[in-house]
């Protein structure tokens, strides 16, 4: 789990590289300095893709680890589900022979 955190968070941290290139190249003089507006207008209209492009990356990507997020929950539910039918059908006699830590891990994770 901690290696595809990692793994997203490295790919946000190269995003953000990338539109602080942009900004760093937006700001440096020979864009403000340039005479002819047409150049700014062409300049600022491929910043704006660019950073489409990264934001669209970025959605994309969120979109991704929401999904996971949701698949994660509904096998969390799911094996409750399981857990929860299991204990109705063991007999009453079956759950008296259980050890009591095997009780507390059974209570554990139906808490989980």
């Known amino acids: 789990m901690s290696t595809i955190i990692s793994s997203k968070i490295s790919y946000f941290e190269n995003h953000k590289k990338r ?4 900004n760093e190249d937006l700001n440096t003089p020979h864009i403000s300095e340039s005479k002819h507006l047409s ?3 062409h300049y600022l209209i491929n910043y704006n893709k660019q950073i489409e492009i990264a934001h669209n990356g970025i959605n994309n990507k969120y979109q991704v680890l929401l999904r996971q997020v949701d ?3 509904s096998l969390l539910i799911f094996g409750r589900k399981v857990i929860v039918k299991h204990d ?3 007999p009453e ?5 259980y050890s009591r830590n095997e009780r507390a891990a ?3 994770t139906e808490q989980h």
């Not at 006699?93 to 022979?97: A, N």
């Open 19 to 22: 539109l602080d290139f942009i």
């Open 88 to 90: 109705d059908v063991v």
């Open 93 to 97: 006699r079956s759950k008296s022979q």
């Open 39 to 41: 150049d700014r207008i």
């Open 106 to 108: 059974d209570i554990d």
């Open 71 to 73: 698949d994660m929950k």
